[in-house]
């Protein structure tokens, strides 16, 4: 397993992060225990969760992925500090305290309940799940889809710097040792970091932001930030929601997979140009005998600026193949086929 810094924070964090939003809902306490002991053993040292999880999010859903995480590391607190351990908070939900904005109040306390649901005394990484203004993602990168002159800036900024004194004072207690970013934008961190400067506040070291060969919005601008700025970039859904194995292609919904349930923002990023692209991607898999998601892993995680590409299975054949890919060698005559076809579909969805 190949390690990386984690941003400014000095942590090395191991180039696949196991990612865990389905346990709960599609896995049980035992697959995710299984999975646990696996990532470990191939070396893995980061796992990524959330208060939100597990998905789709509901108030039954509602901090069921930490508690399982919780319970597993109860049963082996002598392996906690082995572990490079991130969460999130969820802003605006109506079943999480009663909808409140991220800001001082919602973090304190929302640090609190994930640190009791975990069982440990300390989060390593504390992530903004998504901020407070509306954001270019989950299907809202295209032009005027909503409007940015709508927010205020001003308004915006003391909103931040609200929410950096309440991670401070997490730090400060020694309940969480970094912050970092997710959903968010070049603004967002650039904001971030200029209120941490001049305030001697926190400092975001992180962001992860959905990336995958479907969907590439963030390069160059936004990653280039990141690598100027000493931010680590981690990409969520490299697989984009399992799309890229090709298992949804024709209609198909297997058994136990994550379309065969209720999605919050519908499944948007099925469209004709996905399915096109995904087919064109299968044929360079298999050109180069490897498997459609192995393609996906291997491309995201050598993509330069990338951290650590988080991974998520309900299967440990899923898993297993998976962490498989980050040992391929992407050749020259791979990374050539992949880009022909991206030029073909920049944005399918």
Same mark, same amino acid.
């Given at each position: 397993?190949?390690?990386?810094?984690?941003?400014?924070?000095?942590?090395?964090?191991?180039?696949?992060?196991?990612?865990?939003?389905?346990?709960?809902?599609?896995?049980?306490?035992?697959?995710? !225990?299984?999975?646990?002991?696996?990532?470990?053993?191939?070396?893995?040292?980061?796992?990524?969760?959330?208060?939100?999880?597990?998905?789709?999010?509901?108030?039954?859903?509602?901090?069921?992925?930490?508690?399982?995480?919780?319970?597993?590391?109860?049963?082996?607190?002598? =392996?906690?500090?082995?572990?490079?351990?991130?969460?999130?908070?969820?802003?605006?939900?109506?079943?999480?305290?009663?909808?409140?904005?991220?800001?001082?109040?919602?973090?304190?306390?929302?640090?609190?309940?994930?640190? %009791?649901?975990?069982?440990?005394?300390?989060? !390593? *990484?504390?992530?903004?799940?998504?901020?407070?203004? &509306?954001?270019? @993602?989950?299907?809202? @990168?295209?032009?005027?889809?909503?409007?940015?002159?709508?927010?205020?800036?001003?308004?915006?900024?003391?909103?931040?710097?609200? +929410?950096?004194?309440?991670?401070?004072?997490?730090?400060?207690?020694?309940?969480?040792? $970094?912050?970092?970013?997710?959903?968010? &934008?070049?603004?967002?961190?650039? &904001? /971030?970091?200029?209120?941490?400067?001049? @305030?001697?506040?926190?400092?975001?070291?992180?962001?992860?932001?959905?990336?995958?060969? *479907?969907?590439?919005?963030?390069?160059? /601008?936004?990653?280039?930030?990141?690598?100027?700025?000493?931010?680590?970039?981690?990409?969520?859904?490299?697989?984009? #929601?399992?799309?890229?194995?090709? %298992?949804?292609?024709?209609?198909?919904?297997?058994?136990?997979?994550?379309?065969? +349930?209720?999605?919050?923002? #519908?499944?948007?990023?099925?469209?004709?140009?996905?399915?096109?692209?995904?087919?064109? /991607?299968?044929?360079?898999? =298999? =050109? $180069?005998?490897?498997?459609?998601?192995?393609?996906?892993?291997?491309?995201?995680?050598?993509?330069?600026?990338?951290?650590?590409?988080?991974?998520?299975?309900?299967?440990?054949?899923?898993?297993?193949?998976? +962490? !498989?890919?980050? !040992?391929?060698?992407?050749?020259?005559?791979? %990374?050539?086929?992949?880009?022909?076809?991206? =030029?073909? /579909?920049?944005?399918?969805?």
């Amino acid at each position: 397993m190949k390690f990386s810094t984690l941003g400014s924070s000095g942590l090395n964090v191991s180039r696949v992060c196991l990612g865990t939003m389905t346990w709960g809902t599609q896995n049980t306490q035992q697959d995710a !225990d299984e999975q646990i002991e696996y990532a470990l053993s191939r070396g893995i040292n980061f796992i990524d969760t959330a208060e939100m999880y597990s998905i789709p999010p509901n108030a039954e859903s509602y901090g069921k992925t930490e508690t399982i995480i919780g319970n597993w590391l109860a049963r082996n607190a002598g =392996k906690r500090s082995d572990i490079i351990l991130a969460s999130k908070i969820a802003p605006g939900l109506p079943w999480v305290r009663g909808g409140m904005p991220l800001c001082r109040q919602a973090v304190i306390e929302a640090v609190d309940n994930s640190l %009791k649901r975990l069982q440990t005394d300390y989060i !390593d *990484l504390y992530q903004l799940h998504w901020p407070n203004r &509306t954001s270019p @993602h989950f299907g809202k @990168h295209f032009p005027n889809h909503y409007r940015f002159t709508d927010a205020d800036a001003e308004v915006e900024t003391v909103g931040m710097l609200d +929410i950096l004194e309440g991670l401070n004072e997490c730090v400060a207690a020694g309940k969480i040792r $970094h912050c970092g970013l997710s959903d968010d &934008t070049t603004w967002g961190i650039a &904001t /971030y970091l200029k209120l941490s400067q001049a @305030h001697n506040l926190p400092r975001m070291v992180s962001i992860q932001n959905e990336f995958n060969l *479907l969907h590439i919005k963030d390069w160059p /601008y936004l990653i280039e930030h990141c690598a100027m700025e000493n931010i680590a970039y981690l990409p969520w859904s490299p697989l984009a #929601g399992g799309m890229l194995s090709g %298992k949804y292609l024709n209609g198909a919904r297997p058994a136990g997979s994550r379309w065969t +349930i209720s999605q919050r923002n #519908g499944l948007f990023r099925d469209t004709v140009d996905s399915s096109a692209a995904i087919e064109a /991607y299968m044929g360079v898999a =298999k =050109k $180069h005998g490897i498997t459609a998601s192995q393609l996906a892993l291997v491309w995201c995680d050598r993509i330069d600026g990338v951290t650590s590409t988080i991974i998520g299975a309900t299967t440990m054949a899923q898993l297993q193949e998976d +962490i !498989d890919a980050f !040992d391929i060698d992407f050749t020259d005559s791979m %990374k050539q086929d992949v880009l022909e076809v991206i =030029k073909r /579909y920049p944005t399918p969805f």
